[in-house]
């Protein structure tokens, strides 16, 4: 079992940039893998972001190149450093681990105005 807390969101302008941060309960080097979801007004929670045990990453297509995943096992958190925002962007954002079973954070959300 894993507890989640996000942290990092707020409204930016378009173009500017946001890090968000998710402190895990227990060692991230434990947990298979983590990641970050976001969800939008009026639509399905979508993936955007994954790093394994092994730390290796991996990124939707819309955020490549502008979003990087991180972690800093020594503090039990992972990072979403958030670069070029756009107003697409805008989302409630989640933090994701898989311990066997998935667990979520309880969302930080992010507005990008144009």
């Known amino acids: 079992q894993v507890q989640l807390v996000e942290s990092g969101g707020g409204l930016v302008q378009a173009g500017g940039s946001l890090r968000l941060s998710c402190a895990a309960s227990?060692?991230?080097?434990?947990?298979?893998?983590m990641g970050w979801y976001r969800q939008a007004p009026g639509k399905k929670r979508e993936w955007v972001a994954t790093?394994?045990?092994?730390?290796?990453?991996a990124y939707t297509d819309s955020v490549r190149d502008r979003f990087t995943i991180s972690r800093d096992s020594a503090e039990n958190t992972i990072y979403l450093q958030m670069n070029d925002l756009k107003p697409e962007d805008t989302a409630v954002y989640y933090c994701?681990?898989?311990?066997?079973?998935?667990?979520w954070g309880q969302g930080t959300q992010v507005t990008v105005s144009s």
């Open positions: 994701n681990a898989f311990v066997g079973s998935q667990y």
């Open positions: 790093i394994t045990s092994s730390a290796s990453t």
């Open positions: 227990r060692s991230i080097l434990s947990v298979n893998y």
